[in-house]
């Protein structure tokens, strides 16, 4: 008996909608690419309990004919290529016609279609990728498709659906990822019954980045332009004091299509080289233009991924680009926010970060840099010994500040550089969680005017379950309606810092809340950005009296030698290392 069959076609496009339907958002994706394919002005997008229930896509594009609707339900049945030769020159956003099918096989599937030629309109019932219904109907121009009931015959793939906030916000985000693609489409997005997003057809491109990126953004955003002879690169970048924790709001698109690409993000972050702080990330849309036949678009089955030809060239391009905005811009924008003479905060380097030139000396103690290159009698203290020591930093006498940025001390022979911005992080973290803790908020700093503060889809409903917690801490936030939030007050430590990179940083940071780690643990990470946000910078000029406060302050801290991010607070060298280091005793 043989072993080896034929899968049944129903079965079969099942395991494909496993490939090209992972969520809800995915069956957005297919949907609004098909309308764009289409030729289509205006797209409207209905979604109930975050796609469960109903997901709508209607358009006003081409249409179909009778024959043609009959055909776009079948796999591999598609009007993008016709034979091998076009697989070569990709120029539509679908093509492989296997959505349709896959998404039909897993929901209950109906569309209505027609073209300007038809009389009436197409109507086909699909479910379960079986055929219920054909029938003539009354409608318009365009294509309305709807899928029900997502995965309600797979029930091992619908349980690992998330929460309906959840959901919703990958669909909110693959929206504004498509919007922000074709600015001259209009775009609109409904969840149960309510408009969440309506992008209006925008006669200029700025006008969507602007839309989709936040307006605070408006008058920080950089145009990009470049290209050589493998591609050609525009687009606008925020300025580097507006970043990320992650990569989320970095959006590139290749010939109109939105792609992760872990090169190409890279060399846009490379083109920021020593204006963002260690672990920030930037905020931009890039689009990359290249010759059709020099992408491989179809390498991933959510064509998510490309391969390119020339791939160094394109990252170069990339790379460059983003160079050449900022050498544009050091005579306006930037040099007016510094004083003469004074280099910005984004320009120093992390002497700690990977790759650095004095990584291997600086990052490890006298005892293990001994150890590597030459031997040793007289092994550093350890950070143990160093604790144990009461008033370590308080004792220790402050020689001056290097490049406003290191405070160097003379502790017993020992010369110890101390890291201020990581040094004041670790003391504001305390701070902040012994308050969480004691439940009593420290002094609170009023704002003159409240400031707004507009948030994503899946930010908004996350941050609104920590208010209690945020409140208790100082803050003083509210609920203003949708997604947006008024802050009133905030804890005194926290003050002199901008409001809404603050509150977008928790946000982002909360927002998994659902999937992510326990509520105490959240709340730490949280600490901890409020931490970083808080802390004096690099490049910050501190009197004597302050350093000498700094150190104070430090000395109380349960964990002084590390950040809350884990980064050494101070490095040493003892005297017989620099003594060694200068040749003066073998």
């Not at 492989?96 to 027609?114: D, H, Q, W, Y």
């Not at 973290?429 to 507009?454: C, F, I």
């Not at 982002?508 to 709340?523: C, I, K, Q, S, V």
Request: net charge neutral; proline share 5%.
């Amino acid at each position: 008996m043989a072993s080896i069959r034929i899968l049944p076609e129903i079965l079969s496009n099942q395991i494909a909608a496993g490939e090209v339907v992972e969520r809800p958002a995915s069956v957005v994706k297919e949907f609004l690419e098909n309308s764009i394919d289409a030729g289509s002005s205006r797209i409207h997008v209905e979604i109930e309990q975050g796609g469960r229930s109903l997901i709508r896509v209607a358009d006003d594009g081409a249409g179909m004919n009778y024959e043609d609707a009959l055909l776009a339900i079948e796999r591999y049945a598609t009007s993008k290529i016709a034979d091998q030769s076009d697989l070569a020159e990709i120029r539509s956003l679908g093509f492989r016609g296997e959505a349709l099918p896959s998404i039909a096989s897993v929901s209950k599937f109906r569309m209505v279609t027609r073209n300007k030629e038809s009389d009436a309109a197409t109507q086909i019932t699909v479910e379960g990728g079986k055929p219920k219904d054909v029938s003539r109907t009354g409608a318009p121009v365009g294509t309305m498709v709807s899928a029900r009931e997502l995965f309600y015959n797979t029930p091992a793939r619908r349980k690992f659906l998330k929460t309906v906030n959840t959901e919703m916000g990958h669909i909110s985000e693959t929206m504004a990822c498509i919007a922000l693609s074709r600015p001259e489409i209009a775009f609109r997005l409904d969840h149960n019954q309510k408009t969440i997003k309506d992008w209006p057809g925008a006669k200029e491109p700025f006008e969507r980045v602007a839309d989709v990126l936040g307006r605070e953004l408006e008058n920080l955003l950089y145009p990009v332009k470049f290209s050589n002879s493998a591609a050609g690169v525009s687009g606008w970048v925020a300025d580097p004091s507006v970043t990320r924790s992650g990569t989320s709001k970095i959006y590139v698109f290749v010939n109109g299509r939105f792609i992760r690409n872990r090169a190409i993000i890279y060399a846009l972050c490379e083109g920021f080289r020593g204006r963002l702080m260690k672990g920030r990330f930037p905020v931009a849309a890039v689009f990359v233009d290249v010759p059709a036949s020099e992408v491989d678009v179809n390498v991933h089955p959510a064509k998510q991924e490309v391969r390119f030809l020339k791939q160094k060239q394109v990252i170069e391009a990339v790379r460059k680009a983003v160079e050449k905005a900022w050498s544009s811009a050091m005579t306006g924008a930037f040099k007016k926010r510094d004083s003469p003479g004074v280099r910005p905060p984004w320009e120093y380097e992390d002497l700690t970060q990977p790759g650095q030139p004095a990584q291997n000396m600086i990052s490890q103690s006298p005892a293990e840099y001994q150890s590597r290159r030459q031997s040793s009698e007289t092994p550093g203290r350890t950070q143990e010994e160093l604790f144990e020591q009461v008033g370590f930093f308080t004792d220790s006498v402050i020689i001056g500040q290097f490049q406003n940025t290191y405070i160097i001390c003379d502790k017993s022979g020992e010369l110890v550089m101390i890291d201020q911005h990581a040094a004041h992080e670790r003391i504001l973290y305390e701070r902040l969680r012994a308050t969480r803790k004691d439940g009593k908020a420290q002094s609170v700093q009023r704002l003159l005017m409240p400031e707004t503060v507009e948030l994503g889809y899946r930010q908004a409903p996350a941050i609104h379950r920590l208010l209690p917690e945020l409140n208790a801490m100082g803050f003083e936030i509210e609920h203003f309606g949708g997604e947006t939030f008024v802050v009133k007050a905030v804890p005194s430590a926290l003050a002199e810092r901008q409001i809404t990179p603050l509150i977008t940083d928790i946000a982002e940071t909360a927002e998994n809340t659902d999937t992510g780690p326990a509520m105490d643990d959240l709340l730490d990470q949280c600490i901890t950005v409020m931490a970083c946000h808080g802390a004096i910078r690099a490049n910050q000029a501190l009197s004597r009296q302050e350093m000498a406060d700094l150190l104070k302050q430090l000395d109380a801290c349960e964990n002084p030698f590390n950040c809350p991010h884990g980064r050494p607070t101070l490095i040493r060298w003892p005297m017989e290392f620099l003594e060694k280091s200068f040749k003066r005793i073998v």
